[in-house]
């Protein structure tokens, strides 16, 4: 059964940087190629937001408009494992973030409806 597992939240100032991993196991072929996995965010009471996504097989890559130009969603197939780079980070950033895959899926359906096995998330606190 697929299992992810993020790590890398924690409590950080505004302008910090923080990279998150999202290890995965329990792929049938044992890498990530056909999945698309994408970053999430969410605080309880809030809407889900699809940070960034990625398509494992041609690396196309997709973000939110809040995330554009901070953050780099990226993959390392060797170590089934997922990253999001985080620079500049905001107070409105601090959110719990997850992830999540879900194979033969696109980053556009990836990021609308986070489809698929997820994480139990990593908290993201951006404060002074």
């Known amino acids: 059964q697929l299992q992810l597992v993020e790590s890398g939240g924690g409590l950080v100032q505004p302008g910090s940087s923080l990279r998150l991993s999202c290890a995965a196991s329990?792929?049938?072929?044992?890498?990530?190629?056909?999945?698309?996995i994408g970053w999430f965010r969410q605080d309880p009471g809030k809407k889900r937001e699809g940070v960034a996504c990625?398509?494992?097989?041609?690396?196309?890559?997709l973000y939110s408009a809040s995330a554009e130009g901070r953050f780099t969603i990226s993959r390392d197939n060797a170590k089934l494992t997922v990253y999001l780079q985080m620079n500049n980070l905001r107070p409105e950033d601090t959110a719990n973030y997850y992830c999540?895959?879900?194979?033969?899926?696109?980053?556009?359906?990836?990021?609308?409806?986070?489809?698929?096995?997820r994480g139990q998330g990593t908290q993201v606190t951006v404060s002074t």
């Open positions: 999540a895959a879900s194979p033969g899926t696109s980053v556009q359906a990836m990021c609308a409806f986070a489809p698929g096995q």
């Open positions: 329990g792929f049938i072929l044992d890498t990530l190629d056909g999945y698309a």
């Open positions: 990625i398509n494992s097989g041609d690396d196309q890559t």
